[in-house]
């Protein structure tokens, strides 16, 4: 047998650590990030929860539909079960609406989600008009689309309907000053589909592309039953008004921002007399008061205001309907 030469042998080691170093690696990140396996879910969900309305045997019929998508910039895609009774109309009329679904309208899209239109007439389910387009439109959903079906394209127990928009027509309380849809005025509601659970939306988390010079809030807690709603009423000394008016500003601002359990701070001022301001406040929990209280941008603003504050008083209030909390938050 040849011997190695003193090279080939510094070459052996060399690969030996080489495959013993990446071996490590390679158990090291399986051991660091774990992942558990859901087979082949499709985990896309939360969906839009949307109302279709087509035109079956001349009759209007609803369903509700929750398998919506976007196809480019111009198409839309509305994928049924193929057992369903308004996918006879689509395929027949080539044409439907879609109407987006809002907290008022989502117990008769549930309705209509929960009974089939061959043995219940659906057509009263909602106030509705007809479009420029000839489907029928519902009258109080915050936006509705009138479709075009320009293919359909079958997948096991499915009709999927591709779709242009031939026009869309918004509730005027859902547009920003400019007439664009604002979807924090419309919130619409999600569908999750492996809990069949409803979803609120309305939130904005920052602004695309501009994500750390414009953060939004962060995601909030639920109210508990031990929840905190209080008015601060303060007077502040007239000389002091501009720089404490800085120092509530960004502290409220901060608040809303990173704090997961301050639900509101609302700061309005008199108007005959703007040193003297009330402060409405709603903490998630005592727990989220007391982190409030304790983080850093609290006691800057308590060390920085303690000169400037006249009188302080604090009121802590009874809802009389619980049920009128804000609508982001929602009680388990």
């Given at each position: 047998m040849k011997r190695l030469s003193a090279c080939g042998v510094a070459v052996l080691v060399f690969l030996a650590a080489s495959v013993a170093g990446a071996a490590a690696r390679d158990a090291a990140r399986e051991t660091a990030v774990e992942r558990i396996s859901l087979g082949r879910t499709l985990a896309l969900y939360p969906s839009l929860v949307t109302v279709v309305g087509a035109e079956v045997d001349g009759r209007v019929n609803w369903l509700l539909v929750a398998h919506v998508g976007v196809l480019g910039h111009d198409r839309i895609v509305v994928s049924m079960n193929d057992q369903h009774y308004t996918n006879?109309?689509?395929?027949?009329?080539?044409?439907?609406?879609?109407?987006?679904?809002?907290?008022?309208?989502?117990?008769?899209?549930?309705?209509?989600?929960?009974?089939?239109?061959?043995?219940?007439?659906?057509s009263g389910a909602f106030a509705f008009h007809r479009g420029k387009n000839g489907t029928p439109v519902i009258d109080a959903a915050p936006v509705s689309m009138e479709l075009d079906v320009v293919d359909i394209y079958k997948t096991p127990g499915f009709d999927n309907f591709v779709c242009t928009v031939a026009e869309t027509t918004a509730r005027p309380d859902v547009l920003d000053s400019r007439g664009r849809l604002d979807y924090t005025r419309?919130?619409?509601?999600?569908?999750?589909?492996?809990?069949?659970?409803?979803?609120?939306?309305?939130?904005?988390?920052?602004?695309?592309?501009?994500?750390?010079?414009?953060?939004?809030?962060?995601?909030?807690?639920?109210?508990?039953?031990?929840?905190?709603?209080?008015?601060?009423?303060?007077?502040?000394?007239?000389?002091?008004?501009?720089?404490?008016?800085?120092?509530?500003?960004?502290?409220?601002?901060?608040?809303?921002?990173?704090?997961?359990?301050?639900?509101?701070?609302?700061?309005?001022?008199?108007?005959?007399?703007?040193c003297r301001m009330t402060i409405l406040e709603i903490y998630a929990s005592q727990d989220a008061y007391k982190a409030h209280i304790a983080s850093p941008h609290f006691r800057k603003y308590k060390q920085g205001t303690l000169k400037m504050v006249k009188s302080l008083r604090l009121s802590d209030q009874e809802p009389l309907n619980p049920a009128n909390r804000l609508n982001n938050f929602m009680v388990d």
């Open positions: 006879r109309g689509i395929i027949a009329g080539r044409k439907l609406s879609v109407n987006l679904v809002d907290r008022p309208l989502l117990p008769g899209a549930d309705y209509v989600g929960s009974v089939s239109g061959a043995e219940v007439d659906k419309l919130k619409p509601v999600l569908f999750e589909f492996p809990t069949y659970a409803y979803l609120a939306t309305g939130e904005i988390i920052g602004k695309c592309r501009r994500l750390d010079r414009a953060p939004g809030m962060c995601a909030k807690l639920p109210m508990r039953p031990d929840g905190i709603t209080r008015l601060s009423s303060i007077e502040v000394y007239p000389e002091y008004l501009e720089e404490y008016r800085k120092y509530a500003s960004e502290v409220g601002e901060t608040s809303l921002r990173e704090e997961p359990g301050v639900l509101a701070m609302y700061a309005v001022a008199e108007k005959d007399d703007p």
